[in-house]
């Protein structure tokens, strides 16, 4: 497991930051903290989604969808009934768990498909695979007190009458089960020097952010002057070598 560590400071008077095409915005009044930076088009997933729809149809994507999830749960439900009832037989039950689970990941497949199915048919006039994206989606992550949120923010316009539509779409969002203050690690001010006084003043925000990527984020004020701090860790699973 490699990681990788940053740290984004806020002298006193400054609220915001920019580093590497990322805005990092402090509100000293909440201690909010919001991260903005742009996504990439969705072109690719258009374009994958427009072809197995225009080959197979929706109605049989659809179909297909209902199919897969209930085949898993239907394999599922066997194997918890083989172990309950006869105890584990290790190839059959290898053979129930690896088949529900590429029909689970089939279905969230088809999921997508018909997702962005949905996405990209105009609002207005109706017709499929009409929205093209004006610009780059906007990512954007929140963390306050008792929650973090991530959301994705698309911006599409239909080319055969216009209409413009921005979707808002909730990629994560945690609720932390205990908001209040902690005063764990101290260290010393960047700002002032003092010794100790840079405290972290809440709970981390921990998430995983990517498939292999594991995300901390940790929230530093010093108690004697104005400065403020975070850190952000990424932890890189090595998938390769698992
Ligand atoms: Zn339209
Ligand atoms: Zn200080």
Not at 166 to 181: F, G, L, M, Q, T
């Amino acid at each position: 497991m490699s990681k990788d560590l940053k740290y984004i400071e806020f002298p006193a008077g400054t609220n915001k930051i920019y580093l590497d095409d990322v805005c990092y915005e402090l509100d000293r009044e909440t201690d909010t903290l919001t991260i903005c930076s742009e996504g990439n088009f969705n072109n690719f997933l258009k374009k994958r989604t427009f072809n197995l729809i225009n080959r197979f149809g929706l109605r049989t994507i659809n179909i297909l969808k209902i199919s897969a999830i209930s085949l898993s749960i239907l394999l599922f439900l066997l194997l918890f009934f083989k172990i309950f009832l006869k105890g584990a037989d290790s190839l059959l039950s290898l053979i129930l768990i690896s088949a529900s689970l590429i029909s689970f990941i089939v279905a969230s497949h088809l999921y997508e498909i018909v997702n962005y199915c949905n996405i990209f048919r105009c609002k207005k006039c109706g017709q499929d695979f009409a929205y093209e994206e004006m610009k780059k989606p906007l990512i954007k992550m929140v963390s306050t007190y008792n929650k973090y949120e991530k959301t994705i923010t698309s911006y599409m316009k239909c080319k055969y009458c216009n209409n413009e539509n921005v979707k808002v779409e909730i990629a994560h969002r945690n609720s932390k089960s205990n908001p209040k203050n902690i005063y764990k690690n101290r260290k010393t001010c960047k700002g002032c020097g003092n010794k100790f006084s840079l405290i972290e003043y809440r709970y981390p925000d921990a998430h995983l952010e990517y498939y292999n990527r594991f995300r901390t984020i940790r929230h530093y004020k010093c108690t004697d002057c104005g400065y403020m701090e975070i850190s952000i860790k990424d932890d890189y699973v090595d998938v390769n070598r698992m």
